[in-house]
């Protein structure tokens, strides 16, 4: 079977999908998906609406629930990914935004901590945009940034994103460095290669004990804080790496 050629692509990431082994055009993991789903869907859906009604208490205005976003997709499809927002647009008497700290809601700092703020993302994957269980898709900025400076980074666009992967349970949020992005791609492709039932299983299990753990958004880390703030409210620009966002 012939690997997929999106015509939108450029031969770029084409030649770097194309060193991914055994990257055919059948897409991965909808088995997967759709038995999660049957089981998540109802709860997670119920859920969605309670975490919504309360999110639009606490910014009072129900338009600012949700929190949408371009990030990198598979195939290097970009897609619209939606999660719960979790800050304010507060800023200083200059005009610049606050420190995420100061503008996190009480109730986003535990949806983060949780992850539950990824939880809208059942709606990416109904839509065919990801997985439950893939790469995490990047900021547009982030992964123009990554690809520049680490060859292959494109690699791990051969499947699905997903709302929890490998790097998520074993390297937590990657910092905003060369080096950790290197890791994160390594992480990647290993779960690329090794893709499974076992491999997924583990994956779910880890994911479950992180989030009762609270293992989310580390606010003492100030290069973790910046990339999260990245994603709500500032925007990298062509010229910026994730450390120098603002």
């Not at 055009?25 to 859920?47: E, F």
């Not at 269980?133 to 990047?138: K, Q, S, T, V």
């Not at 080096?179 to 994160?184: H, I, N």
């Not at 492709?189 to 989030?211: P, Q, S």
């Amino acid at each position: 079977m012939q690997p997929f050629r999106d015509p939108n692509q450029s031969s770029g990431t084409r030649a770097a999908l194309a060193a991914v082994p055994n990257f055919v055009s059948k897409p991965s993991s909808r088995g997967l998906d759709a038995a999660l789903m049957v089981v998540c869907l109802v709860p997670g859906v119920v859920l969605v609406a309670g975490i919504a009604i309360v999110n639009g208490l606490v910014f009072r205005d129900l338009r600012r629930v949700f929190f949408f976003q371009e990030r990198m997709g598979w195939r290097g499809r970009v897609f619209t990914l939606v999660k719960f927002r979790t800050m304010r647009d507060a800023v200083d008497r200059e005009g610049h935004a606050l420190i995420d700290e100061q503008r996190v809601t009480r109730l986003g700092r535990l949806l983060r901590n949780t992850h539950l703020d990824e939880l809208p993302q059942l709606w990416n994957i109904l839509h065919g945009d990801m997985s439950f269980l893939g790469p995490r898709p990047e900021m547009l900025s982030a992964h123009e940034w990554a690809v520049a400076q680490i060859p292959g980074f494109e690699q791990r666009l051969a499947i699905r994103p997903g709302i929890t992967g490998l790097a998520q349970i074993t390297q937590g949020y990657a910092q905003v460095e060369l080096a950790s992005y290197q890791r994160k791609l390594a992480i990647d492709l290993e779960y690329i290669r090794r893709k499974g039932w076992l491999l997924d299983a583990k994956i779910l299990v880890g994911t479950a004990i992180w989030m009762l753990r609270g293992k989310g958004w580390r606010w003492n880390d100030p290069a973790l804080s910046e990339l999260a703030g990245a994603g709500e409210g500032e925007r990298l620009s062509d010229t910026q790496s994730p450390r120098k966002a603002a």
